[in-house]
């Protein structure tokens, strides 16, 4: 992307976030990594009025490649931390979600966006107001519920005892003290009690594997007892699944963590097939996923901090809250949900 395209898309984004004069805005970096992004919020910073500075940290050590959530350079950098506690707003450019240090910097007050997409992504799936007050919707559906059921025809029929934590939602840009968003995003989420998920899922084909960013090829078949994976069957993803979890050697990874849905219409499930470089934040967020998680949920408040992490968006999912139908077969049924326009529009059912 053209410099001065990308310059003023994210001058556009802090607009949004409510970056005015006088604030100070931090933007994080990792080694020779997104620097061009690091340019441009820089520069919409400054042009907003904002106190604007970079924090680039080191390439991190070599490690066993796979991806441990959680873990940053800033673990060991106390200074560097309480720097960042003292801005207005912090840019992470290299994904600090599920890590101490990030909730250390939430705590003082600094909302935090992360955004690590691929450019082109970032512009078609640019945040919206109007998406924000929909996603806002299922957040307080979600928020009142006791209880949640996700059914599917391949034979997922799994619930979710809701209440003990918080529910979050991600519409892509930030605006209140403490908050952390993700550019690009457009989903809700909670999380059970800790012994509160029972059933069976049943992963289909075409079902996303994040953080693999791979499409499933065949049927994964989870058990869920009180709350924790005791069985993983099926063919080769299913191995695949297993080995990945066993690699961390922490029984915590069979662990359910947070749970919702997505409501971007503008979001492809196929996005995989365009933008194999980011992290999957277009099919967490396409429109009708029910998408679940597995490993760490202290981004809740939850106890669970092991750095083994999937999410899992479904299509073609049914997904109820106390017994009353909010997606099914992938179709968001809330009329105060679906969007405007298009063929997801109201009254389109």
């Known amino acids: 992307m053209d410099q001065s395209v990308l310059n003023e898309m994210c001058r556009r984004q802090l607009e949004l976030s409510a970056v005015h004069e006088g604030e100070s805005v931090v933007v994080l970096s990792q080694g020779h990594e997104r620097l061009d ?19 680039r940290l080191p390439v991190p050590a070599p490690s066993s490649g796979a991806w441990a959530v959680g873990e940053s350079e800033l673990a060991n950098n106390p200074e560097a931390v309480e720097a960042l506690k003292q801005a207005d707003m912090l840019v992470d450019l290299v994904f600090l979600l599920f890590s101490e240090e990030q909730f250390a910097v939430q705590r003082a007050g600094t909302r935090v966006l992360t955004a690590v997409e691929p450019a ?29 059921r996700i059914t599917s025809p391949h034979g997922t029929d799994v619930t979710y005892r809701l209440g003990k934590y918080p529910t979050m939602s991600e519409y892509g840009y930030t605006d209140e003290p403490g908050r952390w968003d993700h ?30 960013n791979t499409y499933a090829q065949s049927p994964i078949t989870l058990t869920i007892e009180q ?16 080995s990945y979890i066993e690699s961390f050697d922490d029984p915590r990874g069979y662990g359910m963590s947070h749970v919702g849905w997505g409501l971007d219409e503008r979001a492809q499930w196929h996005g995989l097939t365009q933008f ?62 679906r969007p405007a326009t298009g063929r997801f529009a109201k009254g389109q059912r």
Do not use: Q
């Open 37 to 55: 992004y690091a340019d441009a919020f820089l520069a919409g910073a400054r042009s907003l009025g904002a106190k604007a500075y970079h924090m």
């Open 276 to 337: 194999p470089g980011g992290m999957g934040m277009e099919l967490r967020s396409f429109y009708g996923n029910v998408m679940f998680s597995i490993g760490p949920n202290n981004e809740l408040g939850g106890p669970n901090d092991t750095p083994c992490h999937f999410d899992i968006p479904m299509r073609n999912n049914s997904l109820f809250l106390d017994d009353e139908p909010i997606v099914l077969d992938g179709d968001v049924v809330i009329d105060e949900m």
């Open 120 to 148: 082109p992504l970032l512009a078609r799936l640019f945040p919206t107001r109007e998406l924000r007050e929909r996603v806002e919707v299922g957040a307080e559906l979600l928020a009142k519920a006791g209880s949640m």
């Open 183 to 212: 550019w690009p995003a457009a989903f809700v989420f909670t999380g059970a009690h800790d012994d509160g998920v029972d059933g069976r899922i049943v992963i289909a084909p075409g079902d996303v594997l994040l953080p693999f």
């Open 227 to 242: 709350g924790f994976i005791t069985d993983i069957r099926g063919g080769l993803d299913a191995e695949l699944v297993k």
